[in-house]
Protein backbone atom coordinates (compact mmCIF):
# COMPACT_ATOMS: atom_id res chain seq x y z
CA UNK A 1 0.00 0.00 0.00
CA UNK A 2 1.14 3.21 -0.68
CA UNK A 3 0.48 6.53 1.17
CA UNK A 4 0.76 9.83 -0.50
CA UNK A 5 0.29 13.31 1.35
CA UNK A 6 0.31 16.37 -0.11
CA UNK A 7 1.17 20.31 1.68
CA UNK A 8 1.91 23.73 0.40
CA UNK A 9 -1.07 24.94 -0.91
CA UNK A 10 -2.45 28.23 0.51
CA UNK A 11 -3.57 31.69 -1.07
CA UNK A 12 -1.38 33.78 -2.75
CA UNK A 13 -1.56 36.71 -5.43
CA UNK A 14 -1.69 36.76 -8.96
CA UNK A 15 1.86 36.44 -10.58
CA UNK A 16 3.10 34.68 -7.06
CA UNK A 17 4.52 31.25 -6.31
CA UNK A 18 4.08 28.22 -4.54
CA UNK A 19 5.62 25.33 -4.25
CA UNK A 20 3.58 22.14 -3.65
CA UNK A 21 5.26 18.57 -1.96
CA UNK A 22 4.07 15.47 -2.12
CA UNK A 23 5.92 12.85 0.82
CA UNK A 24 4.69 9.08 -0.61
CA UNK A 25 5.24 5.97 2.11
CA UNK A 26 4.93 2.80 2.10
CA UNK A 27 5.99 0.69 -0.76
CA UNK A 28 7.09 2.62 -3.68
CA UNK A 29 8.04 1.23 -7.41
CA UNK A 30 11.17 1.61 -9.05
CA UNK A 31 8.82 1.88 -12.10
CA UNK A 32 6.55 4.33 -10.35
CA UNK A 33 5.02 7.23 -12.34
CA UNK A 34 4.01 10.48 -10.26
CA UNK A 35 1.63 12.88 -11.13
CA UNK A 36 -0.12 16.33 -10.13
CA UNK A 37 -3.70 16.72 -10.87
CA UNK A 38 -6.09 19.44 -10.09
CA UNK A 39 -9.54 19.69 -9.56
CA UNK A 40 -11.46 23.55 -9.45
CA UNK A 41 -15.34 23.71 -7.97
CA UNK A 42 -17.95 22.13 -10.83
CA UNK A 43 -15.01 20.55 -13.17
CA UNK A 44 -13.65 17.78 -13.51
CA UNK A 45 -10.32 16.49 -12.14
CA UNK A 46 -7.53 17.16 -15.19
CA UNK A 47 -3.60 16.32 -15.41
CA UNK A 48 -1.10 18.81 -14.59
CA UNK A 49 2.22 17.25 -15.13
CA UNK A 50 4.44 13.82 -14.47
CA UNK A 51 7.78 12.66 -13.86
CA UNK A 52 8.98 9.62 -14.10
CA UNK A 53 10.48 7.95 -11.33
CA UNK A 54 13.84 7.35 -12.01
CA UNK A 55 14.47 8.54 -15.60
CA UNK A 56 13.70 12.24 -14.47
CA UNK A 57 11.30 12.32 -17.66
CA UNK A 58 8.64 15.14 -17.32
CA UNK A 59 5.54 16.57 -18.99
CA UNK A 60 3.25 18.90 -18.54
CA UNK A 61 -0.48 19.97 -19.81
CA UNK A 62 -0.05 23.03 -22.18
CA UNK A 63 -2.14 25.35 -19.47
CA UNK A 64 0.46 25.10 -17.14
CA UNK A 65 3.96 24.56 -19.77
CA UNK A 66 6.62 27.28 -18.77
CA UNK A 67 5.03 28.11 -15.32
CA UNK A 68 4.77 24.94 -12.80
CA UNK A 69 7.81 22.56 -13.04
CA UNK A 70 7.74 18.77 -11.05
CA UNK A 71 10.66 17.16 -9.71
CA UNK A 72 11.63 14.57 -7.28
CA UNK A 73 13.85 13.42 -4.86
CA UNK A 74 13.88 9.64 -4.71
CA UNK A 75 16.25 9.29 -1.76
CA UNK A 76 13.07 11.29 -0.05
CA UNK A 77 10.49 9.55 -1.78
CA UNK A 78 9.07 13.12 -2.59
CA UNK A 79 7.49 14.93 -5.47
CA UNK A 80 7.56 18.60 -6.24
CA UNK A 81 5.30 20.69 -8.11
CA UNK A 82 7.04 24.44 -8.16
CA UNK A 83 4.51 27.20 -9.04
CA UNK A 84 5.50 29.97 -10.72
CA UNK A 85 3.78 33.25 -11.97
CA UNK A 86 0.30 31.84 -11.03
CA UNK A 87 -3.05 33.06 -12.57
CA UNK A 88 -6.58 32.80 -10.76
CA UNK A 89 -7.52 30.30 -13.04
CA UNK A 90 -5.43 28.07 -11.13
CA UNK A 91 -7.34 27.74 -8.15
CA UNK A 92 -8.16 24.50 -7.80
CA UNK A 93 -7.15 21.31 -5.15
CA UNK A 94 -4.20 19.90 -6.18
CA UNK A 95 -3.69 16.17 -5.83
CA UNK A 96 -0.76 13.98 -5.72
CA UNK A 97 -0.83 10.46 -7.52
CA UNK A 98 1.18 7.21 -8.40
CA UNK A 99 1.01 5.00 -11.00
CA UNK A 100 2.09 1.38 -10.44
CA UNK A 101 2.12 0.41 -13.99
CA UNK A 102 4.01 2.83 -15.07
CA UNK A 103 1.43 4.35 -17.44
CA UNK A 104 2.65 8.20 -18.31
CA UNK A 105 -0.34 10.37 -19.47
CA UNK A 106 -3.46 12.30 -18.28
CA UNK A 107 -5.75 9.75 -17.83
CA UNK A 108 -7.18 9.76 -14.04
CA UNK A 109 -8.36 6.32 -14.21
CA UNK A 110 -4.90 5.14 -14.75
CA UNK A 111 -3.52 6.35 -11.72
CA UNK A 112 -3.88 3.93 -8.58
CA UNK A 113 -3.19 5.80 -5.39
CA UNK A 114 -4.15 9.65 -5.19
CA UNK A 115 -2.97 11.80 -1.75
CA UNK A 116 -6.18 13.60 0.16
CA UNK A 117 -5.07 17.24 -1.76
CA UNK A 118 -3.96 20.46 -0.74
CA UNK A 119 -6.31 23.67 -1.59
CA UNK A 120 -4.51 26.41 -4.33
CA UNK A 121 -6.60 29.82 -4.20
CA UNK A 122 -5.17 32.18 -6.40
CA UNK A 123 -6.63 35.62 -6.06
CA UNK A 124 -6.74 38.55 -9.06
Known amino acids: QVQLVESGGGLVQAGGSLRLSCAAS????????MGWFRQAPGKEREFVAV????????YYADYVKGRFTISRDNAKNMVYLQMDSLKPEDTAVYYC?????????????????WGPGTQVTVSS
Open 97 to 113: AQSRSGYVGTNVAQYDY
Open 51 to 58: IIWRASKT
Open 26 to 33: GRTFSSAV
